[in-house]
């Protein structure tokens, strides 16, 4: 059988959603492939990368996650050599 990795896409990227994102970073098994939440990418990224109440990327990877804005509207959450599309619609039902 191939080992396939599982696709999955995280509504909501609050401590929960962050801890999620650190667990299948950490399983190698879990592709995550879009993150939708209502706070700003930018956020996201900084809380990603310094969250108080769990190890921060750098200390459990050894890099950091960045964030890119394009003129165009779509935002990307980097992270290692992932760049996850990142959404911010209210309604999940609207998600491409």
Do not use: C, H, W
């Amino acid at each position: 059988m191939e080992n396939r990795k599982i696709r999955v896409a995280i509504n909501g990227f609050g401590r929960i959603g962050r801890l999620f994102f650190k667990m299948a970073e950490k399983s190698g098994q879990i592709d995550i492939v879009a993150i939708n939440d209502l706070g700003d990418v930018e956020n996201m990224a900084y809380l990603l990368n310094y969250d108080t109440a769990q190890k921060s990327l750098l200390e459990l990877f050894g890099y950091k996650a960045g964030f890119e804005k394009k003129e165009n509207g779509e935002s990307f959450i980097i992270v290692g050599q992932n760049k996850i599309p990142f959404f911010s619609i209210k309604n999940p039902v609207d998600l491409p």
